[in-house]
């Protein structure tokens, strides 16, 4: 299935909960908390301005980013969670 974001709207694949504290102390299910990286799949062509023309995206497919712990919506597609937020949701991009 695909899925193209409207606006500013971006898709993001979940990463994986982490299973282990630092000191490698085993997490159950019950404990792992929902994670707030993920890398983004899909952006949407941008928010519409008060001139009518779009403002360009800050992210890009395949950009890994931080967002809000309760921002956006969850959605299952083909059996993979992902994240549906606008661009203002995200807090940082991460580079290497």
């Not at 404990?31 to 403002?55: H, N, T, Y």
């Not at 950009?63 to 059996?79: L, P």
């Amino acid at each position: 299935m695909k899925v193209k974001p409207l606006d500013d709207r971006v898709l993001v694949k979940q990463c994986d909960a982490e299973t282990k504290t630092a000191g490698g102390i085993v997490l159950p299910d019950s404990a792992q908390e929902k994670p707030q990286r993920g890398i983004v799949q899909q952006c949407g062509p941008g928010k519409m301005l008060d001139s009518g023309e779009r403002g360009g995206m800050s992210v890009k497919s395949g950009d890994e980013v931080f967002y809000g712990k309760y921002a956006g919506t969850e959605v299952q597609i083909d059996q993979e969670t992902y994240v549906i937020l606008r661009e203002s949701d995200i807090l940082a991009i991460l580079t290497k």
